[in-house]
């Protein structure tokens, strides 16, 4: 059974921090290139931050500077450090998993994230 499991989100003031962390099992973890992605109310779900198996990274234009994807194949951790948070940032965060080819991906449950005074 595979699962995702995303952990870390909260409020958090514009300016702050917040470090996002997603755990795999049932999975071959270094066979799948892990990501985040973000949905906000109204909003489609997009792409934020991929990272290959071998550690190539993909932003979108929205979080370069800001944001950071990392992994620990030996963990099965994926994990997304965003610093400088904006309002625009506030919605609820997906780990997904990915055979890149082969068509088959995986989501976690989602973590929400609100930045707010």
């Known amino acids: 059974q595979v699962q995702l499991v995303e952990s870390g989100g909260g409020l958090v003031h514009p300016g702050g921090s917040l470090r996002l962390s997603c755990a795999a099992s049932g999975i071959i973890f270094t066979m799948y290139t892990m990501g985040w992605y973000r949905q906000a109310p109204g909003k489609q779900r997009e792409l934020v931050a991929s990272?290959?198996?071998?550690?190539?990274?993909n932003y979108a234009d929205s979080v370069k500077g800001r944001f950071t994807i990392s992994r620990n194949n030996a963990m099965y951790r994926v994990y997304l450090q965003m610093n400088s948070l904006k309002p625009e940032d506030t919605s609820v965060y997906y780990c997904?998993?990915?055979?890149?080819?082969?068509?088959?991906?995986?989501w976690g449950q989602g973590t929400q994230v609100t930045v707010s005074s």
């Open positions: 997904n998993a990915e055979l890149v080819g082969l068509s088959k991906e995986y």
């Open positions: 990272i290959t198996s071998g550690g190539r990274t």
